[in-house]
């Protein structure tokens, strides 16, 4: 490795994607050193080794990089889509994007307005909320429950689910272990009685396309089900809620883009991609190197593990003109669903129910401000707000 890279510890609990030594890091190299591999930072290198074929998903030695290397997580984790490589990953991806069409998710667009405005309508009066409990998690989650036909009375227990697997993917995950699995086993054993309803009854929902799911006579296995239904609940859930809760953190910073966004309803879907360029909660990608191989000056070895840093990449001056947070800007594609052919499979659900809760809070709440602390999770890895209290006036 080249000796003028820095390093960057990002194992350690304070360390954070959006801090001065991230962004210098960035000015004095394309990568960094870190202790689970490289870093990529630059927002055009990264693009290049998103689809470079030397370089194999990464995420399925996340488990092991946390000392983490058997039991029900790392085994699941092993066998998801996102962790699949080759003609496998393109035999599962085949199966499963029907139901991630337009024309599946098109119908449910009235359906995630009607939810927000009343989730929206729970808090109103009050001109106060948690923002996590009382908005991101029950809208979050409930959008899951319509895609997947869940009963809407089961949308907390789900969430609490979900939220415990979360702990997964940060740095918290090797002591936590325990909680991280019993969730899982709540979510298999949830997953099996969905699968099996759908089985005796098939409907015209989401989880009914995937339960009928073909290619000239393939079908995905019992296993494959259940481990793609779990995906479902738990990225839906867990990504969808830290999103949320990284866009009004940006919101509050910028009050006068929440007031255009609220003028110009339209604007809700660049603004999710300005969220996602500047505040992803995935704030890496990771890949491994499936070859030895050079990129630039640096030889990397077989086996090693690469991070693409999307949150660093996201500000960086080189690809964006002005890169601070402007709701009406075109940019460059930003790497906040990943790319190359592991891009992300629900980028399209996350970009419809994102845009339709930014535009239902901010045509309903005026003035956000805290009320009080905020507390977030570590800023690296998967991160979003644990408590995030607003106070707001109401329009009209």
Known sequence: MSQGAPYLDVEAPAFAMHSPQAA?????????????????LRHDDIARLMKD???????????????VTDGPFAEWWSRILLCRE????????KLVNPAFSPRTLAPLQPAFERLAHAVIDDFADSGQCEFMTQFAEPYATQVVTLLLGIPDEDWRMIADWAGELGIALGVRFREQQARINTALAALFAYADQL???????????FLSQLVVASEDGDRLSDQELRDMVVLLIFGGIDTTRNQLSLGIKIFLEHPAQWELLANEPP????????????APTTTWV?????????YRELAIKAGTTVHLFAAV?????????????????????HHGFGGGIHYCLGHAVARSDMAVAFTALSA????????????WLPDSGNTGAEVLPLGFDLRG
């Open 24 to 40: 210098a890091a960035r000015e004095q190299h394309w990568y960094a050193r870190t202790p689970y591999g490289i870093a990529v």
């Open 53 to 67: 074929p030397r370089l194999i998903q990464g995420s399925v030695a996340w488990p092991a990089h946390n000392g």
């Open 86 to 93: 080759g003609v496998d990953h393109a035999r599962l991806r």
């Open 195 to 205: 699968i099996a309803t759908r089985r005796r009854a098939l409907t015209d929902d």
């Open 267 to 278: 604007l809700a879907r660049n603004a999710v991609e300005e969220i996602m360029r500047l």
């Open 286 to 294: 990771s890949r491994q190197a499936a070859v030895d191989f050079s």
């Open 313 to 333: 990449a996201g500000s960086d001056p080189a690809a964006y003109e002005n890169p601070g947070f402007d709701i009406t800007a075109r940019r460059a594609p």
């Open 364 to 375: 309903r709440l005026s003035r956000l401000r805290l009320t009080g602390p905020a507390r």
